[in-house]
């Protein structure tokens, strides 16, 4: 592993700016675990399976549009191209 002159987050929240405005703010895991109340984060199906169950509980449905198709310029593109 190279050592790195600039701050580690693991020492200091390090702040990650997009477009002059701060987006995200990296800490180290000791931080993170602190503000987080020792919580782990968990997956991301275990975030699905969470919110299933409060749309299950509020008997919350997601409305969907009815489909229709769209334009596909590419698909014309390699139709050109096979003649």
Do not use: N, W
Not at 42 to 57: S, V
């Amino acid at each position: 592993m190279e050592h790195c002159d600039r701050p580690s987050a693991v020492h200091e929240p390090q702040a990650v700016y997009r477009r002059g405005s701060m987006a995200a703010v990296v800490v180290g895991p000791e931080t993170y675990r602190r503000l987080s109340g020792g919580k782990d984060g968990g997956t991301l199906a275990d975030a699905f399976t969470e919110l299933r169950e409060i749309c299950r509980k509020e008997r919350y449905r997601l409305k969907t549009p009815p489909r229709r198709d769209r334009p596909q310029p590419f698909a014309g593109i390699l139709r050109g191209l096979a003649r």
